[in-house]
Nanobody
Framework: QVQLVESGGGLVRAGGSLTLSCTDS????????MGWFRQAPGKEREFVAA????????YYADSVKGRFTISKEHGKTTVYLQMNNLKPDDTAVYYC???????????????WGQGTQVTVSS
């Protein structure tokens, strides 16, 4: 079973950058898309970005387009989220996600990580 482990969260000032990473620690065989969601205090969890298994297609929420970049090595189970020009509104717990289809990974993932906190100060 897929076991997602995130790292890279922390505190950064507005305008700064952070890179999150997520890996399947179980090295589960098979192919699946991976992505990120986030949940701010008092708000629902929302989709941030996703990438297909081969890395040929990426998807982003409008709120992060042009600032965040998702990437992964082909055939590897580690995904990265490069976050630039961070804003206080980006403050949230960021969750890694995996799904066996693009629809799944962008809406209702099959697997979740435990989350990592990102705090952006003004």
């Amino acid at each position: 079973q897929v076991q997602l482990v995130e790292s890279g969260g922390g505190l950064v000032r507005a305008g700064g950058s952070l890179t999150l990473s997520c890996t399947d620690s179980a090295h589960t065989p098979g192919t699946y898309s991976m992505g990120w969601f986030r949940q701010a205090p008092g708000k629902e969890r929302e989709f941030v970005a996703a990438i297909t298994w081969g890395g040929s297609a990426t998807y982003y929420a409008d709120s992060v387009k042009g600032r965040f970049t998702i990437s992964k090595e082909h055939g590897k189970t580690t995904v990265y989220l490069q976050m630039n020009n961070l804003k206080p509104d980006d403050t949230a717990v960021y969750y890694c996600a995996a799904g066996y289809s693009t629809v799944a990974v962008t809406t209702e993932p099959d697997y979740w990580g435990q989350g990592t906190q990102v705090t952006v100060s003004s």
